[in-house]
């Protein structure tokens, strides 16, 4: 594992003027370093954020100690896709079984071990919904910050105990969700022939799997179809302190194309290796849902608003356990409120209509 630094001067070189990051063991002691050029705007947290390790092939300096090769993201804007990434942990068996329906793809956090075991104690440990297989997996990127060889470790030993994660090797960070995103498009495309339909969902969502599978069996086409929260003529945020700022020479449209908002979308099967396809041809943004939205324009398709806009839902505040029973999905705060919800809904209560 290795970490970046910045305000360090190669000591081979004479020229001050070029910008270096260190990249570091752990301890940093007695072991070579490598000095990696970066442009000059890499010094802002934000960018820094992007940095990626694209492959793990060593370098082995006289030391013998191997180290992963450093790679760096093209810009603030933009991420490093695609790219050969790899995965450290697989379950490449798993998904690939007969008559598969539903495949729940969680993108996580390394640390949020919480969201995780919340997960599969509630809605995650529904396999089997009318008759329909579903099978739940966890995706995570490379942790970062301290402690991280520790917090590795921990993943390793929790990928035995439940052999449902799923980690690339790349930075887990909020600027990359678009290369984890297309990462997890890769992995369904090699991974799941026989699977029907998938579904991309936050780790702070309730999820409800019976009325999902419920609506993809009434409702559902069998190819080129994305649903979920559907936001159509989005305007591009030009302020440059938004989350979401994109510039013009970036993306001079004033609109989007019609996304399904990255909270939680579903779709066909087909999908996963037209758009990884598509994103030959497709510059990536760092704006993952946007991206998708830009990839599937490109395929000539549009994704479709589901039977009911109540269906997939954002932040709800408190509800009672009627609305849990009548929507597919809702943001909650926290793991432990999943936990409450999915109780309350276990137990006896009123009727609801």
Not at 13 to 20: M, Q
Not at 23 to 48: F, G, H, R, W
Not at 117 to 131: C, D, K, M, P, Y
Request: proline share 8%.
């Amino acid at each position: 594992y290795i970490r970046f630094t910045t305000d360090r001067f190669c000591p081979t070189t004479n020229d001050e003027s070029t910008n270096y990051m260190e990249a570091e063991t752990p301890e940093n002691k007695d072991t070579p370093t490598i000095y990696v050029d970066v442009e000059p705007q890499a010094e802002s947290e934000d960018y820094l954020d992007t940095i990626s390790i694209q492959n793990w092939q060593s370098i082995t300096l006289t030391t013998g100690l191997a180290i992963p090769v450093p790679h760096l993201s093209p810009g603030p804007y933009h991420v490093e896709y695609p790219s050969d990434y790899i995965f450290i942990l697989d379950e490449p068996e798993k998904c690939r079984e007969q008559n598969l329906f539903l495949v729940l793809m969680v993108p996580v956090a390394p640390y949020n071990r919480d969201a995780r075991e919340a997960i599969r104690s509630t809605w995650g440990s529904q396999n089997l919904v009318f008759g329909n297989k579903v099978h739940l997996f966890f995706l995570l990127g490379l942790p970062s910050g301290e402690e991280t060889e520790q917090l590795q470790e921990k993943v390793l030993q929790e990928s035995k105990e439940h052999q449902d994660l799923l980690q690339s090797n790349f930075l887990d960070s909020y600027k990359n969700l678009t290369i984890k995103t297309m990462v997890m498009m890769e992995w369904l495309s090699s991974r799941c022939p026989n699977a029907s339909y998938a579904m991309k969902i936050d780790s702070d969502m309730f999820l409800n799997v019976h009325n999902l599978v419920y609506m993809l069996l009434l409702h559902a086409p069998k190819q080129n179809y994305m649903t979920g929260m559907v936001a159509i003529g989005a305007a591009v945020l030009r302020d440059p302190s938004s989350k979401w700022y994109l510039p013009k020479e970036v993306f001079p449209e004033p609109a989007y194309p019609p996304y399904a908002l990255g909270l939680g979308y579903v779709f066909t099967l087909d999908l996963p290796r037209k758009l990884v396809e598509a994103s030959r041809h497709v510059k990536a943004v760092y704006i993952e849902d946007v991206y998708l939205g830009l990839c599937i324009r490109h395929l000539g398709i549009q994704p479709i608003n589901p039977p009911s806009w109540s269906l997939f839902q954002g932040y709800a505040g408190a509800q009672d356990r009627c609305h849990y029973m009548a929507v597919i999905t809702t943001i909650l705060d926290t793991p432990q409120e999943l936990l409450d919800v999915w109780r309350d809904l276990h137990q006896p209560g009123p009727v609801c209509y």
